[in-house]
């Protein structure tokens, strides 16, 4: 069964920067692309940024572009998303999850059936 863990939010300010990581287990890590989502209070959740099982391709949705940084480090089994300049508009619980595949320029859709995480809060004050 896989499990997904996130953490790094918490509460900054308008400006300010902040690291997530993931930890996914049950699924050879290695073996998949893997995606960051967030999730704002009354709206959908929606794919920020993605990277393939090798990382050597990365899609940045516009939410993420010129300021987030996906990476991902295989042996630790980590993903990880590097936030900076952020703003109120990026308040949001986010997600991580392993996804059906990544192209350029194209993320997939998260794998189907799988355990979403609790997610990690991030709060931007202005």
């Known amino acids: 069964q896989v499990q997904l863990a996130e953490s790094g939010g918490g509460l900054v300010q308008a400006g300010g920067s902040l690291r997530l990581s993931c930890f996914m287990s049950?699924?050879?890590?290695?073996?998949?692309?893997m995606g960051w989502f967030r999730q704002s209070p009354g709206k959908e959740r929606e794919g920020v940024s993605c990277i393939s099982a090798t990382g050597d391709i990365i899609v940045d949705y516009d939410s993420a572009k010129g300021r987030f940084t996906i990476s991902r480090d295989n042996v630790k089994r980590q993903l990880y998303l590097q936030m900076d300049s952020l703003k109120p508009g990026d308040t949001a619980t986010y997600y991580c999850a392993p996804l059906g595949h990544v192209t350029s320029g194209f993320c997939s859709g998260a794998l189907p059936d799988i355990n979403w995480g609790q997610g990690t809060q991030v709060t931007v004050s202005s």
């Open positions: 049950g699924l050879t890590f290695a073996d998949y692309p």
